[in-house]
């Protein structure tokens, strides 16, 4: 059973008990009121014509009733008809007595000159004794009594009490009440079931259709939640759990894209040395290398292809290894000073070679100590390093290196004077495979890896790489590695 139906069901059910309700109550007073179980209907039609006067009041009407059967001249006695009347003001009621259609006594409790002709009529067998008339807007219910005077004139008694006209009015609009009532009880179940259905069951008709589309693999929907209840929270969780499922559903096209480019990439790579070292060994295969100066040219051809195809496997097996973590790094805390100043020397005799100045400026106050790995670090240095020498290209080239120790990090600054990088290329070069000048067969070689490899060793580091430039003025690498604090060991 759908949660709709149970939930129909249960109001209908507290609607039929809350008529029930109403009519047992109804009951109840009634008979509490009336002392037995006769109807409401009953009481509803009857009540003013069979109690209309007071218990007080009824007991004068059974007096005079008596007197009219046995002594009626006595009802023509003005003092004693007082009598009564003054009782019958005691309990709200008044006394009529006409003669014929003559009054011969009227209690001025009423004041009501229309009175005798709201009256009924004399009938002698009192076939109904007790009922309700009305003038203008005032409501009565009495009791009458009709006898004979002993010189047979027509003679008749009326005990008269006043009711409020509310009561004739709500005895009249009665059904009409309780049928409104019913009425309202019934809309306001109406309204209270479609709000609740429209905040608890639409929604969960909306998280079930989100699922389904999640089943069937479409992410790319937005739940908005309806409300701030308990099922809004619900909505809430499924949406961020979508968000995520989309998250990760995109990261996963990227990783297989950037796989699918990978591979691309390393079999172009490998392909362009291969291709030329075949060409170069058909060469010598059919003697087109006949003089042993060709020879020796294409010998050392095909040796810097294989030394090129060297290097490009070990970049690449070093990058793979790097990306899958399972490269282990292994830290000391190092001088950078000592670092780079060692480094520089081993470096100094391939940057003469190429015509390179070499500026160092330590800019520490005496050491600038981090955790490093060191075989690591140096080759990074040698990537920078070897990049600056690569896109040099004016007459007077120069290489700065600078070592800043601050408050938390050691910055190392490798500023050179080459070609520099243009603004677009520039939040790419840390990418793998990825090189400004897209022509792999260019002078300058190198598969786009040295740069990917530097950022994946100082993120290992903990620490941040990063690329200024600016177009044929030149480019500077920035490195920040945490600073060991001073204490924690004892270089000086
Ligand atoms: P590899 O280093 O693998 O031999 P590569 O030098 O082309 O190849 P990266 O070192 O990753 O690759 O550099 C990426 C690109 O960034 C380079 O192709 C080059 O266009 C640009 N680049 C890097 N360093 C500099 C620099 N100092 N001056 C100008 N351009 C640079
Ligand atoms: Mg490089």
Redesign the pocket.
Known sequence: MSIRIKMLLSFTGMLVISLLFILLTASLYTIAATGDLQGFRDIYKVHYQVNPLTEQGEAIFQEMKFMAKNSPDELQNKVLLREFDMKLRAEKSGLYVRRENNPIFESRTFHQPGLGQALPSYDLSNNQIRSTFNIGERFYAYAKFDFQYSDEKRGSIFVIRERSPFAELTRKLLPVMSLLLIGVLVIANLLLFRWITRSFIQPLHQLRSSAEQIKNGHLSFELEPASNDEVGQLSEAFESMRQQLQRSNELRQQDEVSRRELISNISHDLRTPITNIKGYIEGIRDGVANTPEKMESYINIIHSKAVSMDKLVD?LFLYSKLDLNQEPFVFNPVDLVDFMEDSIEELRYDLEDKGVVLAWHNRTSGSAVSAVDPDKLKRTVV?IV???L??MDHEDKRLSIILEAHQEWNTLIFR?N????SEE?LPH?FERF????QSRNSS?????????IARQIIDGHGGLIWAE?KLGEG?SIHIQLRRLEKGKHNHD
Do not use: M, P, V, W
Request: no cysteine; glycine share 20%.
């Open positions: 970049e990537n070897d990049n600056a690569k896109y050179d080459g070609k520099g990088i290329a070069i990825y090189r400004a000048e300058t070689g190198g598969s786009g890896l040295g740069l990917a430039s480019t």
